[in-house]
């Protein structure tokens, strides 16, 4: 069983930046592949970016290439998200997913655990 908690998120101007973090419970933290998906209101939850179980890997949705940056601490059980340069179109609620598998994967139904969410807005 894994917990995730985000935290991080808030209300930002155009072009500003944001680090969400997400805080693991248990002794596994490193088996799994974590991701960031996100929610606007009225779409469909999306991936946003992911990291393999080791952190050697990373992935971005072309939205957030470029802007954005995933990483991992498996000392601190910590999954993070730098995002920079953001846009209006990035507002949405934004939730650390782990999976058991070991490498990442773009669809939510591969992910076992998800927090509550964290909720970013980008004001023009």
């Known amino acids: 069983q894994v917990q995730l908690v985000e935290s991080g998120g808030g209300l930002v101007q155009a072009g500003g930046s944001l680090r969400l973090s997400c805080a693991a419970s248990?002794?596994?933290?490193?088996?799994?592949?974590m991701a960031w998906f996100r929610q606007a209101p009225g779409k469909e939850r999306e991936f946003a970016s992911g990291i393999s179980a080791s952190g050697g890997s990373t992935y971005y949705a072309d939205s957030v290439k470029g802007r954005v940056t995933i990483s991992r601490d498996n000392a601190k059980n910590t999954l993070y998200l730098q995002m920079n340069s953001l846009k209006p179109e990035d507002t949405a609620v934004y939730y650390c997913?782990?999976?058991?598998?070991?490498?990442?994967?773009?669809?939510?139904?591969?992910?076992?655990?998800w927090g509550q969410g964290t909720q970013v807005t980008v004001s023009s």
């Open positions: 997913a782990a999976s058991a598998y070991s490498s990442v994967y773009t669809s939510s139904l591969k992910y076992n655990y």
């Open positions: 248990g002794r596994t933290f490193s088996r799994y592949a």
